[in-house]
């Protein structure tokens, strides 16, 4: 006999229960349920003192020392600590102690120049700086006048900061819609944006990525990714709420990550293709079977690398071979590509093509391209504005969807990056403003006209070149040039090559047209990027 279901309640009446998404999670479950297991190998020549096996129960107790020493020094909620490091230990103690206790991190790219480091610490507002021993010259070089604590990673930071004795203030009334972190990017613009990535975007963003990429306690995770790059692109929380094992790589080596992976029996790691291209070569010479064979699996982003170097990943390394695409405004997964059972039975060369292509959206992600080409993005990744740039976050997301700046096509649920319409050019992974290096250029004396383009590279997957009019009367050499930026510029962002031209083409209006000028490099190639 069928009996109809009551009426359900109405839902005023129901008491409900919302519980923030906060980046402490993902550490409390790791103590909680792996205290005991080693949770962080940390990379064994730091500068300063390694800190070797740590537990995540061992862990967890240096974060919590970490934000009681915050407390004591009066560093409020919201606060930005700015810290500049390579790959450490602490840096990953950073990313939880300082955001779980409701202050912003301000992770920056080691990699800059000197300038461009203290335009960000003045421009987030920093109280605290960090820096690595390497770096320890920052503290006084690129500090601003809001700074009023600094640190050495290692030094002063575990003697002076650290307050293992006291228990933090507890984070009384968390907020996952608060800012986490504040990650800087190159953009349109020669000065770097700050992308507030809130707890809510981290959490979304790690358990998404921990999902697509099959993730378990059975993991063992390299850092190849620089920690600064969008928070490792938010694997060290993903992987610290399934009890994974994390070994931190100062500097990326081919010949190393092979040697980490057979010693630490690593299954997982994420890089620029540049990373992978490094391994490819350390394998030619490497004695004996392959590290990590049938176990290890690579995730890419940055830049689609060419069909046949994802296929040399799989024949000759045994590694699978996972394509993401994202922005550090999306936290940064937007799409994954990582090879399905329905492409068991086709050639390496085709699953290779296959993968090519950035991928179909992550669980809670809308794509869509606009009429005019661009990819846009909806999704609980995407970043809740630019650091004290109200007409720029509204640029970006005043219809309710991200523009990327990208071009693409999306077809049969997979999305492919065509074109870039933004004046960006990512070589190795990092974002390069073809805007400031052209200002670099053009500072020049000898240099009356400059147009800067990304040309393919099958390393790099871009790479910068100069396209240069000289002044009247004046001359100058390639190597003039370069060396011209890499003494105002990072080293990444001086360009590998510059032509001397008698003019650059422009629109009646006076504008260059850098896809015309990129039309010739690109001539045979299905993407306007690589």
Known sequence: MWWPAPDPPERASLPGMRVPLTSIDFLRRAEEVYGKRVGIIDEPTQPAASLGDVTYRGFGAR????????????????????????????????????????????????????????????????????????????????????????FVLGKEYDDGLLRPERDPVPWEEPDEDATATINYTSGTTARPKGVQITHRNTWVNAVTFGLHTGVSDRDVYLHTLPMFHCNGWGMPFAMAGLGVPQVVLRKVD???????????????????????????????????????????????????????????????????????????????????????????????????????????????????????????????????????????????????????GDGGTYEGGYLTISDRRKDVIITGGENV????????????????????IGVPDERWGETIKALIVTAEGESVT???????????????????????????????????????????????????IN
């Open 254 to 404: 081919g010949t190393e990550i092979l040697r980490r992976v057979q010693q630490h029996g690593v299954t997982l790691a994420c890089g620029a293709p540049a990373v992978w291209s490094t391994v490819l070569e350390a394998a030619q010479s490497w004695d004996g079977p392959i590290p990590g064979s049938g176990a290890m699996r690579i995730v890419v982003a940055g830049a689609p690398p060419p069909t046949r170097v994802i296929a040399r990943v799989e024949e000759e390394l045994g590694w699978e071979f996972t394509q993401i695409y994202g922005l550090t405004e999306t936290s940064p997964l937007v799409t994954s590509n990582r090879t399905r059972a329905e492409w068991d039975g086709e050639p390496g060369l085709e699953r290779a093509r296959l993968l090519s292509r950035a991928g179909v959206p992550a669980i809670g992600t809308e794509v869509k391209i606009a009429e005019s080409g661009e990819v846009l993005v909806r999704s609980n990744t995407v970043l809740d504005g630019y650091w004290e740039q109200p007409d720029t976050t509204e640029q970006a997301l005043g219809d309710g969807w991200f523009h990327t």
């Open 478 to 528: 390639e190597e003039e040039i370069i060396a011209w930026c890499k003494e105002r510029l990072a080293r990444y962002k001086a360009p590998t090559s510059v032509e001397i031209r008698d003019a650059i083409p422009r629109t009646a209006t006076g504008k260059v047209q850098k896809f015309k000028l990129r039309e010739p490099y690109w001539a045979n190639a299905e993407r306007q």
């Open 63 to 150: 974060c919590r020392a970490l934000a009681a020493g915050l407390d004591e020094l009066g560093v409020g909620r919201g606060e930005r600590i700015a810290v500049v490091s390579e790959n450490a230990a602490r840096m990953l103690e950073l990313l939880f102690g300082v955001t779980g206790y409701g202050r912003v991190c301000v992770p920056i790219n080691f990699r800059l120049q000197t300038s461009e480091i203290a335009y960000i610490v003045e421009h987030c507002g920093a109280s605290v700086l960090l820096a690595d021993p390497e770096h320890e010259h920052l503290l006084t070089d690129a500090a601003s006048p809001a700074v009023k604590h600094r």
């Open 433 to 452: 403003s073809s805007i400031e290096v052209e200002d670099a250029i053009f500072s020049h004396p000898a240099v009356a006209e400059v147009a800067v």
